[in-house]
């Protein structure tokens, strides 16, 4: 899968930069709570190994998201959630039979703040004295960074390591809609918001030039900061390395990049040996039970029941986990087939839900989104703010939360990001396509009839007049102070800077968005628990999404009574994973990238700011 793609490291794309968990079961042990536990993650102290001699074994593969997966009868492997990653090592951590970890890691699907989140997790098992394998047929930069925070990395002898750096690449659209007849009439507020540039020109501007080069100095010198501190390695000589980039598995040993070469099963072989106790596979996962129970021919019955995904709520003091994840829109998706969105409607349930149940003391409000609807964006604002009004809430930040998520973000008193996380982007984008070259080309006319000076304002037909442009302007600039003023409200003490030497659309990584005053600490979704409990005031408690994911059934009676086909509704909506192409990597990052445009095409035609 790697040597398809020798020289990604990092792919960023303009459009994704700019633009369930149930109660707490013995399966799933919460990955914060105790006094003990909370010291260990800071890395203040550690605890003497375990009296146990099982080796926990996990094999990461894949993508990492940030929210569940709703029930799929098409999918036959549904990607594992970060929060159930960090649940599944957090239990590895606290069991008291295991006295060691292998991980093998195939491919890392994630953000950089994710690779973040689950390094300090690896920390956490090796500060509970226990030791952490980690093992790599191949890997890349974001894999080898995951890698090394293991006590212990092993590659495979026919492997080869890739530490090629990074390499951002924007796709410009400009030339494109040109050939179509298309043009993108876009307006800007503030100079470093250019997520509409790819749309607008051939090369990105030199403002957003600068900008995307100090985004990638951050996260390089991060990666590089990573490496060198886990091996042992000056950082000058970890930038060498990175320069060389390629290493097969005895070069890569010479250059104490990693520690040995061996097949995977000599490794747990070996370790096996080491500690005398058996071979954990797949630790804290349900998969066995669950092809266990398919045995039995009324098992499908109970998977389709709602009380087969959680169990039933206790009085235990709760932490609730509030997900923002996709694209702010203004609405649900009126198409079973829209995914990777979030709208006021949800967080607004969320919220209603956190505040009526007495059990749930503080609130991880986890945000995973590059923005969208500027109207969306200030009611879900306003949502968390009373909220914040009523209990604790804590913002962790995923791999972005920027533009419409940092105004979001921005509600809560406090806010927690890793160091890759991608932010910032305080600015206003708006504008409409125009059409018209389009149709002439296609033999299309059109006849308008308008009544009043803007009727026409956001016809595709037609550019702004200048009158319109600057209305729809001044519209912009009323929405970027409002922007400016939501900030203010909860961090003014806290800014460096002045407000507008900070916004204007500047992008900053997690680690860069501290020194400035844009976040608070950096951490990951643990320490954002545990910075809850601490202000909760609770010790013991478990931890639960909010609310929790629908599955297959209870969209089916969600819709039963209100005139849809609801069968075809809850069955459409998985429908697309099985589109043929899409379990390739890169055919899923070429959906993507285009889905983000469309839906961005669609979210100006509605609201366009």
Not at 109 to 114: C, D, F, P, S, V
Not at 244 to 273: C, H, T, Y
Not at 285 to 291: G, T, V
Not at 351 to 375: T, Y
Request: glycine residues 8%; negative net charge.
């Amino acid at each position: 899968m790697h040597r398809r793609r020798m020289i990604a490291a990092l792919t960023i794309a303009a459009l994704a930069i700019f633009p369930a968990l149930a109660t707490a079961t013995a399966d799933g042990e919460d990955y914060a709570g105790t006094e003990e536990e909370k010291a260990a993650s800071k890395s203040v102290v550690s605890v003497e190994a375990s009296a146990g001699s099982d080796v926990a074994f996990f094999r990461l593969d894949g993508q990492i998201s940030e929210v569940a997966e709703e029930f799929s009868l098409f999918s036959a492997k549904r990607p594992v959630t970060l929060e159930k990653w960090l649940r599944r090592l957090a239990k590895a951590r606290n069991d008291q039979d295991v006295r060691a970890v292998v991980l093998e890691v195939v491919e890392v699907q994630g953000g950089w703040a994710q690779v973040q989140e689950l390094r300090s997790a690896i920390q956490r098992i090796r500060d509970a004295g226990k030791t952490v394998h980690c093992y790599l047929a191949d890997g890349d930069l974001k894999s080898y960074v995951l890698a090394s925070a293991c006590d212990k990395v092993t590659m495979a002898p026919a492997g080869y390591l890739m530490v090629t750096g990074f390499n951002l690449q924007m796709w410009m659209y400009k030339n494109l809609l040109d050939k179509l007849g298309i043009e993108a009439d876009i307006l800007h507020i503030g100079p470093y918001k250019g997520a509409g540039e790819p749309f607008t020109r051939t090369e990105p501007s030199e403002a957003l030039k600068q900008d995307m080069a100090r985004m990638v100095d951050s996260l390089y010198a991060q990666a590089v900061e990573a490496i060198a501190e886990a091996r042992g390695l000056p950082p000058e000589e970890v930038e060498r390395l990175i320069d060389v980039g390629l290493f097969s598995p005895v070069e890569a040993v010479e250059a104490r990049l990693i520690d040995g070469v061996l097949q995977m099963d000599d490794l747990l072989e070996s370790v096996k040996d080491e500690y005398g106790g058996k071979i954990l596979k797949e630790y804290g996962s349900k998969s066995k039970d669950a092809m266990a129970e398919m045995n039995n021919p009324f098992a499908i019955f109970k998977m389709f029941s709602p009380s087969s995904r959680a169990s039933e709520r206790t009085d235990q003091p709760t932490i609730g986990l509030i997900m923002l994840s996709g694209a702010i829109v203004d609405r649900s998706a009126e198409s079973p087939f829209a995914t990777g969105t979030v709208s006021p409607e949800d967080i607004s349930k969320a919220v209603d839900e956190a505040l009526k149940d007495d059990n749930v003391k503080a609130v991880v409000l986890r945000i995973d989104s590059p923005g969208g609807s500027s109207l969306a964006s200030d009611i879900m604002y306003s949502h968390i703010r009373r909220l914040a009004d009523a209990k604790p809430v804590i913002v962790s930040m995923g791999n972005v939360a920027a533009s419409g998520g940092y105004y979001v973000a921005s509600a809560a008193p406090t806010i927690l990001a890793d160091g890759g996380t991608i932010t910032g982007s305080i600015g206003v984008l708006g504008g409409k396509p125009v059409l018209a070259g389009l149709f002439e080309k296609i033999g299309i006319t059109t006849w308008t009839l308008q009544r009043g000076k803007m009727a026409g304002v956001f016809d595709l037909t037609e550019p702004f007049s200048p009158a319109q442009r600057e209305r729809v302007r001044g519209l912009m600039t009323a929405i970027y102070r409002q922007f400016l003023d939501r900030v203010l409200a909860t961090r003014r003490e806290k800014l460096t800077k002045p407000i507008e030497d900070l916004a204007g659309g500047r992008v900053y990584t997690g680690a860069a968005a501290l020194e400035v005053g844009l976040v608070d600490k950096l951490g990951g979704m643990t320490e954002a628990v545990y910075m809850a409990a601490e202000q909760a005031g609770v010790e013991a408690y478990e931890i639960r999404v909010i609310p929790k994911p629908q599955s297959f059934f209870e969209i089916l009676m969600e819709n039963m009574f209100t005139g849809v086909d609801a069968e075809s509704v809850a069955l459409s909506r998985y429908a697309a994973q099985m589109l043929p192409g899409l379990a390739d990597p890169m055919a899923g990052e070429v959906r993507r990238v285009l889905n983000r445009a469309l839906l961005r095409v669609q979210m100006l035609r509605r609201e366009p700011v």
